[in-house]
């Protein structure tokens, strides 16, 4: 995918105007069409505002730009363009990130990463109340053992509290929209 595709798809996604996005970014319209064209492009800081005007997660569309052999993930994709793209994937990984994948995967938390990966793929697949439902209930339910000193391990990875409660708020603000995703902030 090209930076233009990116952009325009995106747009199109989110049903807002090349007008709209001229008038919100303070470019002309013409410099709209030129970067959905591929005739110019935008700096790395009009990219990202472009994504948070639109309200939507830059990462899938930007992911592609980088990594054009990854074109998403489906059922379908033999397995080497997976382990491509998850071998880049955790290149660009945040410290805080490999770490919480590494104890899903290794930690002494009692569950079978093969299961608590199929509860995440089935959390993903459902509508966005659910999951800001799931994630309400998710949060209480950490903050109440932890409140009691009923952790599996207080001593080992913990989530990222403020980034959980972050994202259900972002996450309510786009089911009140109808929209099927969100971007944060901080990420």
């Given at each position: 995918m090209e930076i233009c595709e990116a952009l325009r798809e995106s747009r199109n996604l989110s049903g807002k105007s090349q007008e709209y996005?001229?008038?919100?970014l303070g470019i002309a319209r013409k410099t709209v069409q030129n970067w959905e064209k591929g005739v110019s492009e935008p700096s790395l800081g009009q990219a990202i505002e472009w994504f948070k005007l639109l309200d939507i997660n830059p990462l899938p569309y930007l992911f592609q730009v980088v990594y054009?052999?990854?074109?998403?993930?489906?059922?379908?994709?033999?397995?080497?363009t997976i382990r491509k793209g998850l071998d880049n994937l955790l290149l660009s990984m945040p410290d805080e990130g490999i770490r919480q994948l590494m104890y899903l995967f290794y930690g002494d938390h009692g569950s079978s990463p093969r299961a608590v990966l199929n509860m995440l793929t089935a959390h993903l697949q459902t509508p966005m109340g659910a999951?800001?439902?799931h994630g309400n209930v998710i949060l209480k339910n950490y903050e109440m053992a932890r409140k009691k000193g009923r952790l599996t391990d207080e001593n080992h990875i913990q989530p990222n509290v403020e980034l959980l409660k972050a994202a259900i708020a972002k996450g309510e603000e786009a089911e009140v929209k109808?929209?099927?995703?969100?971007?944060?902030d901080k990420l």
């Open positions: 996005m001229s008038m919100e054009p052999d990854m074109d998403g993930i489906s059922s379908k994709d033999d397995i080497a999951r800001v439902s109808d929209a099927s995703a969100y971007v944060l």
